[in-house]
């Protein structure tokens, strides 16, 4: 099974190759063309869009007390106003000030990076400070939609989003927020986060080719694992399989050892009940970093063998040195491919002198498809059908697209801790089209 690569055309437009030629391609199928930005340079030399507000060369002093701009309240229903100057006007809601204001700065810097390698002159950026607070959201949205933006990128997180989503759908203006909150999608709000329900589709998925047909999952009580457990239970139904355990425990207890003795010795029962059959051949992990490393060997003490029950996690287990814990050997998790997202930190660093956080390249993604859909001519604006194109884009984590509800699909590479080194085991596809069959 091998997927349809994409094909860059002029830094703009994605297409298919082979047999998809026959099929008419969507008129949305676009490609935000990073890795020919990024290794080629194709859009450096543009120079077009404008950046506007803040300066980039240092962040703002963490003393500095926050302006708080006067409400600008809108009429519901009545869209913003419209101004005839041929310019796409964007809006980046960022925490620009406060505690959140380095990765506000980092959001800002890869924004602008985006704007010099994709926008075209008549493209304006502006940054907006929401100082990580849903109040100041508000104030920043509603001074934003005043001054004519056509879309919104940020806020950072889901309550500034769920904060500034009245006065975006009142003005009629369409928001890409930055969190992965599920909850505040919808109704011309989309979230661009990574989503955990695609991180735990696309690895049951992978393991249920393998063979792998009963999951667990031990998680922590939290948004998190919660949404995590309810997309494993999600998946496995999708597919065929089965979820035959969830458990869930505090996240601010200090020592898990009580809760895994107890998970492996309900684990041990069930295999008597059972003649010594394995109740699941999986187990779910959505921890990453210390929390993760701490889990592994307590699982091996209790008698969870990962050479027989293998150990499955989302994108946290990117974070930290995990690969370097023996007894998460043989672990899958899902997390995005690295290739362009490795380019975009090297220009990251070239330009501004700092290695970007990973949430960075979401404001990258979002400028450049703004950019890119204002370049193809404002007819439709930034409609839902343009930016829902089912083809999607392709971006510095890989390809995404955005979906009616709100929700954005990626692809998403599978990894293998083998060895104290991660190793990708399949690779992330190139294209949402359908997987060819050889």
Known sequence: MSYRKAEALNCSRLTRQGAARKRRTAPGALCLMLAAVILAGCGGSRGGGQAEGPQTASPPPAQAEPILLPPILPDPGVAGPQFDDGRIRIALLAPLSGREARVGLALQNAAELALFDAADENFILRPYDTAGDAQRAE????????????????????????AIAPYARAAQVPVISFSNDEVVAGDGVYVLGFLPRDQVDRVVRYAEVQGITKYATLAPSTPYGRSVAAALQDSTRAHGVETVKVTFYDPTTPDLSPIVKQFSEQERRERQQRLDDLPYQAILLPEGGARLRALGPMLAYYDIDHRQIRLLGTAQWDAGDVATEPSLGGGWYAAPGEESRIAFERRFRDAFGSTPPVIAGLAYDATALAAILAREGKIGGFSAARLTADDGFAGVNGIFRLRA????????AVYEIDGGMKRVIDPAPQSFAPPLIN
């Open 139 to 162: 104030q920043a949205v509603q001074q934003a939609i005043a001054e004519g933006a056509d879309l919104i990128l940020g806020p950072l997180f889901s309550t500034a989003t769920t």
């Open 405 to 412: 509800n709100g929700l954005n699909e990626r692809g998403l």
